[in-house]
């Protein structure tokens, strides 16, 4: 019975660290410097570096913060952390996919960000290159260029409710970022 009580703690534990690294947290007011932003999502950095781990596996630790200005709240899916941003990049003038997280199927309550509230989020990708042998990869050959995050980002939440799926998801203009840069 101990054991079992210290494994339990142990696995508690680690679903803690896993969420304050994820960037769970309280919204919080926004602040003069976001008010600068047009964009409701806005990096934390105009460029990052990616590094390779010894399996080949592309790593980026991207920081982002999302400002409500809909007027209403809006909500952030969670399951063991708020669900991470796909990536998007700038391809010949036109947005494409290029990196799309795994998340848990699971769902808990979301993060509530109310009107004129912000919150920040700063998220670990860990994917192989493309034609990897496991997911998530990205889905671009070359990785380095101009990326923006794409956040599912809801104005509605009713799961089981009368909208199908998780409720509204809010209009693309009010869920991507600014672009920034990744390099290798």
Known sequence: MRQRTGRRLLTLAAIALVGAASGCGAPTAATEADALTPEPISADQPEYTVTRGVDGRIEITIGLRYVNRTGATTY??????VHPPALQKLVRGEWVAAYSPFVDLCLQAPVKVRPGKSYRYSYRVLA???????????????IAGTYRAVWTIYETW????????????????????????IVE
């Open 76 to 81: 952030l899916p969670v399951c063991g952390g």
């Open 128 to 142: 192989w290159p493309q034609g990897g042998w496991s997911r998530p990869y990205f889905e671009i050959d070359e």
């Open 158 to 181: 009713t799961p089981g409710g009368p909208e199908p799926g998780l409720g509204r998801l809010a209009p693309l203009e009010g869920r991507v970022s600014n672009e920034f840069r």
